[in-house]
């Protein structure tokens, strides 16, 4: 079926670096922009980053960049979201969500999320 | 960076009651706002988008308007499973895409 599967969630320590992967099934990956929303524990929600469908573009929060990467690998349905120097503030569930395709920079599809912890 | 302002922070109703969500954009975003709701322990679902457009799949009860920095969700007849936290965000001005605080909606 359509979805979104997170993985690579965990406890790391400041200063360290994690890398979560978004693997998606269901439909053609290649036609969509893919994005990475963040919600701290008990917070709302913040969009961190987003790739192109092509791969050409990438966008980030203020909050994130020059420390987080995003890339894609289509050949395996795949986005990815590079943490680097993690700070305790980037503690939160981390969510890849899909471009809705008719309408830009719309999130139509969620995974499940995948929880990042950074505690020393 | 748009500013987009959910009120009121808690909404605490019955089932069967009408439930109205505002929110209001630092400066005009035209129509170019979505809502999604947020059930505890789940994922986002998108409802709404550009305003007044329902997603795939979401019931007739669930509705939307407004233009420029005013907008309304609303949702006629509370069914239980609609008791969640409700988030605006808005696609006119971006990066970053920027999402409201968040409404939830309680049990009274």
């Known amino acids: 079926q359509v979805q979104l599967v997170e993985s690579g969630g965990g406890v790391v320590q400041p200063g360290r670096s994690l890398r979560l992967s978004c693997a998606a099934s269901?439909?053609?990956?290649?036609?969509?922009?893919m994005h990475w929303v963040r919600q701290a524990p008990g917070k709302g929600l913040e969009w961190v980053a987003m790739i192109w469908e092509d791969g050409s573009n990438e966008y980030f929060a203020d909050s994130v960049k020059g420390r987080f990467t995003i890339s894609r690998d289509d050949a395996k349905n795949t986005v990815y979201l590079q943490m680097n120097s993690l700070r305790a503030e980037d503690t939160a569930i981390y969510f890849c969500?899909?471009?809705?395709?008719?309408?830009?920079?719309?999130?139509?599809?969620w995974g499940q999320g995948t929880l990042v912890t950074v505690s020393s | 960076e748009i500013v987009l302002t959910q009120s009121p922070a808690t909404l605490s109703l019955s089932p069967g009651d009408r439930a109205t969500l505002s929110c209001r954009a630092s400066?005009?975003?035209?129509?170019?706002l979505a809502w999604y709701q947020q059930r505890p322990g789940q994922a986002p679902r998108l409802l709404i988008y550009d305003a007044s457009n329902r997603a795939t799949g979401i019931p007739a009860r669930f509705s939307g308007s407004g233009s420029g920095t005013d907008f309304t969700l609303t949702i006629s007849s509370l069914e239980p499973e609609d008791f969640a936290v409700y988030y605006c965000q808005q696609r006119i001005n971006w990066p970053p895409l920027t999402f409201g605080g968040g409404t939830k909606v309680e049990i009274k």
């Open positions: 400066q005009s975003i035209r129509t170019y």
């Open positions: 269901g439909f053609t990956f290649t036609n969509y922009g």
């Open positions: 969500a899909r471009d809705f395709s008719d309408v830009l920079m719309v999130l139509d599809l």
